[in-house]
């Protein structure tokens, strides 16, 4: 079983910053897409960003220039780094793993973490 765990959370001040990470852990062989979503209050889950084993990235119009996605394919963690965070930043944060193929039976599974609460305030 896979599973994604999220770290790097909490309580900021507006124009601070933070550093999220997820690792995912289990029989992992590879996974192709990593990346974070976000779901502020009241409203839909969105892309914030996503990375490919590749190299390539994709990010929302809106953190383009404020956040920063990296990865590292070999401990299979993805880290979302957040500057010049604003209140509307505020939002619980999912880690999502895409094709996620499992080395044992050659499967191949989409996994989302259990979220972390970003807040924004001051």
């Known amino acids: 079983q896979v599973q994604l765990v999220e770290s790097g959370g909490g309580l900021v001040q507006p124009g601070g910053s933070l550093r999220l990470s997820c690792a995912a852990s289990?029989?992992?062989?590879?996974?192709?897409?990593m990346g974070w979503y976000r779901q502020p209050p009241g409203k839909q889950r969105e892309l914030v960003a996503a990375?490919?084993?590749?190299?390539?990235?994709n990010y929302a119009e809106s953190m383009k220039g404020r956040f920063t996605i990296s990865r590292d394919n070999f401990k299979n963690t993805v880290y979302l780094q957040m500057n010049s965070l604003k209140p509307e930043d505020t939002a619980v944060y999912y880690c999502?793993?895409?094709?996620?193929?499992?080395?044992?039976?050659?499967?191949?599974?989409?996994?989302w973490g259990p979220g972390t609460q970003v807040t924004v305030s001051s």
């Open positions: 999502n793993a895409v094709g996620v193929r499992i080395r044992q039976t050659g499967r191949q599974y989409n996994v």
């Open positions: 990375a490919t084993s590749g190299g390539s990235t």
């Open positions: 289990g029989d992992i062989f590879s996974i192709h897409t």
